[in-house]
């Protein structure tokens, strides 16, 4: 065992090799949104202090904020009791975690039994991904 990468171990892994991530605004509590990661991508977070995840429709490390500049700067790193959902606690550089350019990726609320869109697309996201 590596004493450097012990951390890593503690981790109940999925059968894919992921672990649920749960990434919540430092300075407010609120929840930007959630994503996977492996254990290259949470290595990566940890050593670059950024939020990097793993994308499972693109089947690749997914730096965030790589294409739109909308970084999430690691503040501080959390695992729950059962060792198997993380909790990223980020700073949201831009303003917006969601590739729909709201400020976060839980903008539809259930109402009278249909979901409505309740929060402002911030940036039109054509004007944001190449």
């Given at each position: 065992m590596n004493v450097l990468?012990?951390?890593l171990e503690q981790i109940a892994w999925d059968k894919q090799g992921l672990v649920p991530v749960i990434t919540q605004e430092a300075s407010?509590?609120?929840v930007l949104m959630?994503?996977?990661m492996n254990r290259e991508a949470l290595q990566l977070t940890v050593t670059e202090k950024r939020a990097v995840y793993w994308s499972r429709s693109r089947n690749?490390?997914?730096f965030?904020?790589?294409e739109s500049g909308h970084v999430q700067q690691l503040k501080d790193i959390r695992l729950d009791c059962d060792n198997d959902v993380i909790l990223l606690?980020?700073?949201q550089l831009g303003g917006i975690a969601c590739h729909t350019g709201r400020h976060h990726c839980f903008f539809q609320q259930l109402q009278?039994?249909?979901w409505v869109t309740v929060e402002?697309?911030?940036k039109d996201p054509q004007t944001i991904y190449r």
């Open positions: 990468t012990d951390w407010t509590g609120q959630f994503a996977w690749k490390l997914w965030k904020g790589e606690k980020v700073e009278d039994n249909q402002p697309v911030k």
